[in-house]
Structures are given as C-alpha cells and as structure tokens.
C-alpha cells in the first residue's frame, strides 16, 4: 500500500463542498470515482481542511492510499484524464510516508476571501468573487481586522450547525488589502470554525462601508453570540489558499500594513 499526497484545485460552483454528500456531488466524489476508474480500488481520500458548498479551492492537500504499483505522475495524469470535465485538477501527486496524513499532519491553513468592489455586474467573474457596489475602505477594514488576530471565543462568527467541540480559535495572521476595485482579505490559522471566515468577512465588509466601526467588529466578537453577526459573506469568493505542514512556510502576500494600490 503506498500513500501519495495529491495538491488540489478545483471551482467550487458545482459541488455541495469537499466532503461526500447524499444530496448532491462532492469533489471528495468526483477524486474517489476518477481513483476507482483507475486503480480498481474503492478509495477514502482524505483533505487538510473541508469547504462548503460554492467555495473554491486553489492548492488543497489531500491524500489516498492505493495498493496498486502506480508511480506518481502516471496517477496524477490518469485521476486529471478520469476527472474531465469536473473542474477539479491535479495539481501535483507524490508519494509520502504512511504516517503523512493530509489533517491531521496539517499545522495551518490559508484562506482568501476575494471582494470586487464596483458597481458594473461580475461577468467573467461571477461566481469567483462577492461583488459589493458600496465603496469599501480597505484600511478601516484591515485594522478592524487586527481585532481578531489571537486567540478568542468566535461563538459570533460560528455557524449554528458547527461540529467543532470548541468555539475557541487562535487567528495567526489576517490582511485586507486594495488593488485597484480588487478587495482581499487573507487569513492564517491552524483550523477554522464552520462558516468562520465568511462570517468574519461579512462584518469587515460592514466596517468597509461605514455602517460598522472597528469599536462594533469588537463588541460582537466579545459578545459570544451568533445572534450578534452582522453579515456572512457568500461562499463565492472564498478560496482555500493553501495547507501548511512541518518545514513549510506560506509566502504572504501582505504585511501588517494594508496595502492600497489604487492609482
């Protein structure tokens, strides 16, 4: 039995989210049946981190164990053949050691929420991006951001159907930065609440328009309660940047200053 570690895109508009569901397609799924067609063998592929429905993904970790003799590449090559016309790609395929496991072997993960600020409808876009018309002040929101660097009780920013046993996360890093109508908000942390960072970007939105001040960002996160959310942002411009493991270092793309390059 050999372990391989696969690096994973795909566009999250067609599927219910990563995970297997009985009420519609999966890209959990879509990998197992493309690894079935291949190998002949019933798979359980495993991720670093789950997503919801409409989020996508731009280099998830996963990993399979397959018992066949296949050498990476060909694996890869075949589960990209096998998953057309799925939008999900094979990014990259090698083989690691048995205790590798793409979870719980993870010590953080990188998201990115992608905000388009204008008035004129998304059209390439649409479905990639939350578009917001209002003029968004990206500064304001990036300090207000600061407030939820470290570890805190994020009940408020929790989807009521979490399973985690815990409501307490520790934010390693968090940005929010401008270029041109372009709107980013990049977050790190080893592990997240169900619907936490669109919850989070939802009330920076808030910020970003005038109708929340930083004193309000920090008022619902003390309050420790759901009913206190201002907005949860669309799954449409969430991304799964990126999953980090012992001796990796994720380059970002920020510092803690915000950075605004409109013209």
């Known amino acids: 039995m050999t372990r391989y570690a696969l690096t994973v895109e795909f566009d999250g508009r067609p599927f219910m989210g990563w995970q297997r569901q009985a009420h519609g397609p999966s890209v959990q799924q879509a990998i197992e049946e493309a690894a079935l067609a291949v190998t002949g063998e019933q798979v359980v592929v495993h991720c670093a981190g789950r997503t919801d429905a409409g989020v996508h ?27 057309r016309p799925a939008p999900v790609a094979i990014l990259n395929c090698v083989e690691v050691d048995e205790d590798f496991h793409a979870r719980f072997s993870c010590l ?20 990639l991006a939350w578009q917001l018309p209002q003029p968004l002040d990206a500064r304001a929101m990036h300090d207000a951001a600061q407030l939820l660097v470290g570890a805190h009780d994020f009940t408020t920013f929790r989807s009521a159907h979490c399973q985690s046993a815990s409501p307490l996360k520790s934010i390693d890093w968090m940005a929010v930065t401008r270029d041109d109508d372009r709107v980013t908000v990049r977050v790190e942390a080893r592990s997240f609440l169900h619907h936490q960072v669109r919850s989070m970007v939802g009330c920076l939105a808030l910020v970003g328009m005038g ?19 201002g907005l949860n942002a669309p799954p449409d411009g969430l991304f799964f940047v990126k999953a980090l493991y012992a001796g990796d270092r994720l380059k970002r793309d920020a510092s803690s200053m915000c950075v605004d390059q409109r013209n």
């Open 57 to 83: 993904g731009l280099a998830m970790c996963a990993h399979l164990d397959i018992a066949k003799p296949i050498g990476a590449f060909r694996l890869s090559e075949a589960l990209n053949a096998r998953l």
């Open 108 to 127: 953080a993960r990188a998201y990115e929420y992608r905000i388009v600020n204008r008035r004129p409808p998304l059209t390439f876009e649409k479905g």
């Open 211 to 229: 109708r929340w001040s930083k004193d309000d960002l920090g008022d619902a996160l003390r309050a420790a309660d759901r009913g206190r959310l």
